[in-house]
């Protein structure tokens, strides 16, 4: 959509840099990522190590009660604090 918008002309860009020092998670840190948000109580989805819009909610959900920005991004710092 940020694509399109901008070749139309319209946009003003993204809000925030991509987050550089936020490497995607592995697929092993994926699935235990998962497993601790099922352990206290969000539901993930599936523990497949895929990231999809249940296991994006629990992050938020996770992100909220932890006290952090809730963007919905899976980290390796969310894995360390759950």
């Given at each position: 959509?940020?694509?399109?918008?901008?070749?139309?002309?319209?946009?003003?860009g993204?809000?925030?840099?991509?987050p550089l020092?936020?490497?995607?998670?592995?697929?092993?840190?994926?699935?235990?990522?998962?497993r601790?948000l099922?352990?206290?109580g969000?539901?993930?989805?599936?523990?497949d190590?895929?990231?999809?819009a249940?296991?994006r909610?629990?992050?938020?959900?996770?992100?909220?009660?932890?006290?952090?920005?809730?963007?919905?991004?899976?980290?390796v710092?969310?894995?360390?604090?759950?």
């Amino acid at each position: 959509a940020q694509l399109s918008e901008r070749l139309r002309g319209a946009g003003a860009g993204f809000a925030a840099p991509w987050p550089l020092d936020a490497p995607p998670l592995a697929p092993a840190e994926g699935r235990e990522l998962q497993r601790r948000l099922a352990a206290r109580g969000f539901d993930p989805g599936p523990v497949d190590g895929r990231v999809g819009a249940k296991t994006r909610v629990a992050v938020q959900q996770a992100q909220r009660a932890l006290g952090l920005v809730a963007d919905g991004y899976p980290t390796v710092d969310l894995l360390r604090r759950l």
